[in-house]
């Protein structure tokens, strides 16, 4: 299904959704600039996704999808798949820690500036590689 209009504003979204990030980093809150950066990441890899015509599943990490989907993607991104594929995989391996945590960890204390740092550095690289692919309006 190819929903143009739904796919950038996907892409959009996420872009707007870094500066928010970089809020949360500029305050320290590593955890949630982790957690955040994997919705960035989820949400623009969902616009291109539905920009070439694929309906993304409701699942958090679409790496899987890309790679089945290779030939569709945009012939720009075929050298860097695994850039954005690593992004979306290892972003989802924290997802629900970050948010959440667990009986024998505290989210704030368990991730620190340089989680943070990496996880906003793949949010970013990945939506200026979709964006260059994606045409939408920027906030």
């Known amino acids: 299904m190819r929903n143009e209009e739904l796919a ?5 979204r996420a872009g707007a959704r870094l500066r928010a990030v970089d809020v949360l980093f500029e305050v320290g809150s590593w955890a949630d600039v982790v957690r955040e950066s994997q919705e960035i990441v989820e949400l623009a890899l969902k616009g291109l996704l539905r920009s070439v015509g694929v309906d993304p599943p409701r699942v958090h990490d679409v790496s899987d999808v890309l790679e089945a989907e290779r030939d569709r993607l945009p012939v720009e991104l075929a050298d860097d798949l695994d850039v954005l594929t690593r992004a979306s ?3 989802r391996r924290d997802r629900e820690l970050a ?7 505290t989210p704030s ?17 990945v939506v200026e590689m979709v964006s260059a692919c994606v045409p939408h309006e920027r906030l």
């Open 89 to 91: 995989k290892e972003l």
């Open 8 to 12: 950038r504003d996907y892409v959009r």
């Open 99 to 105: 948010f959440y945590g667990a009986e024998d960890l």
């Open 109 to 125: 204390g368990f991730y620190s500036r340089d989680d943070a740092d990496r996880a906003r550095a793949s949010a970013r690289q």
